[in-house]
């Protein structure tokens, strides 16, 4: 049987982790990885965190199943954050799922379910698993573009390409912080989509990753917030990866809003049937985290605080990489820079500079240009900003010292 299974593709961004691992270049710098890192270079666990895992040991409950929708408390509590407090609530739900990438499953198996011959829309570029995650759910998907000749987001043209967009069709919006641009809407842009939706029908879908890296918990939440209250149906994949730091964990919950209770309770059963045939039930430990968390004033008021000097970590060095980069004459991609916000940004570079960029100076982003802003140890940008101009060929550039060359092995 093995035998006869065709070569399959690789992952692109685990293919560059490896290299990276296999680069015995001290001055490699890994920007592939959407991880939050410090200034040492560590992906911490944060205080409120450990706190609310040393209570969780202290009370030592019981290890029994918690069922297909994972764990109550959590879901509420997601809820409650994404949605609000004045949220409508009651023609909402939520089930707890393995991390974002299981709550997009989960919610592309419910389209596939319920509107077989739906489209999905995504933008382009896009995260690189959104496309492989619906076209594995049997769903067809297509592209509308994100970004205008500046670089800023294209109201215009996103709203032009969406008019195509049928009535049993799903839209994708990423609700800030867009992976891999870092270009977002703006808030009458979001009051725009939100119209043609109502207008043409389809229903949007919220990928909603990096809330409170961007702007602010509230200000990344208020989009999605906004488009709950104005559209009858909307499905939401929550990550509770980057914001609480629980990568390894797998915390995630995907919320479906519908226009009556009744039709919310059956996409209810419809999610916790997907779940079952696909892992059963979710891994405990990480929502019963959050969920600590949320509904603990004191841990909730600490992890806001962290999350803040996280977010203002990613924005200095975004600032300081832009005042870098328009220090060596690179002005033009220094403006495109400081307009996005968030962990990712698109550097102006094509497939054989970034190429350039990793081999010939140990720094490693995708070949589409995205790297990690906050990846990067704060005295390692002079360097970076370096390293773009040098592959941009500005010869106002110092000539830059090359690490070593990449083994033989790493470049495979």
Known sequence: MLELLPPPPTDPLWDLTYEFGSDERPERLNLVLGVYRDQTGTTPVMAAVREAELRLARRSESKEYRGLSG?????????????????????????????????????????????????????????????????????????????DAAGGFDTEGVLRELREAGRDDVVLLQGCCHNPTGVDPLLDDWEALAEAAARGGWVPFVDLAYHGLGDGLEADLLPTRMLAARVPEMLIAVSCSKNFGLYSDRVGCAIVVGSTAQAVRHAETALQNAARTLYSMPPEHGAAVVTTILQDEGLRASWSAELDVMRERIMSNRADLTAHLGALGCTEQAASLARQKGMFSMLPLTSQQMLRLRRQYAIYGTTSGRINIAGIPAHRIPCLAQGIAAVLDRPEVPRMREPAALPDRARA
């Open 71 to 147: 764990n109550a408390a959590f879901n509420r509590s997601l809820l409650a954050l994404v949605l609000g407090q004045d949220g409508p609530a009651e023609r909402a739900a939520a089930v707890q799922t393995v991390a974002g990438s299981g709550a997009l499953r989960l919610l592309a198996d419910l389209v596939h379910r319920t509107r077989p011959g739906a489209t999905v829309w995504i933008s382009d570029p896009a995260y690189v698993n959104h496309r492989p995650i619906f076209e594995a759910a049997g769903l067809r998907v297509r592209t509308y573009g994100w970004r």
